[in-house]
């Protein structure tokens, strides 16, 4: 079994910063891909930001040039930087990540989520 569990999220003002990290634990031999979702009440959940195992990223429109994703291998850990961030970044950010078990079976997993909310 795996674990993914985020930190980093809260309360900020328009403008400002917030980096949120998710540490993956368990039964790992590695890690594929690594990711940040976001939802808001009665909508979809939404791709933010991913990192594949060659470090080559993906971003939502939404947030190029603003947000930042980064990974540390050794740690199993994934990054979010999130800049300038405006009030309609709110939601609930969920970290995932594409697994590989020491069975070499590759598997998706959520973290719990973690509240980011920017005030005008």
């Known amino acids: 079994q795996v674990q993914l569990v985020e930190s980093g999220g809260g309360l900020v003002q328009a403008g400002g910063s917030l980096r949120l990290s998710c540490a993956a634990s368990?039964?790992?031999?590695?890690?594929?891909?690594m990711g940040w979702y976001r939802q808001v009440p009665e909508k979809q959940r939404e791709l933010v930001a991913a990192?594949?195992?060659?470090?080559?990223?993906n971003y939502a429109d939404s947030v190029k040039g603003r947000f930042t994703v980064s990974r540390d291998n050794a740690k199993n850990t994934v990054y979010l930087q999130m800049n300038s961030l405006k009030p309609e970044d709110t939601a609930v950010y969920y970290c995932?990540?594409?697994?590989?078990?020491?069975?070499?079976?590759?598997?998706?997993?959520w973290g719990q989520g973690t509240q980011v909310t920017v005030s005008s």
């Open positions: 995932a990540a594409e697994v590989l078990g020491y069975g070499l079976e590759s598997e998706g997993y």
């Open positions: 990192i594949a195992s060659d470090e080559s990223t």
């Open positions: 368990g039964s790992i031999f590695s890690i594929n891909a």
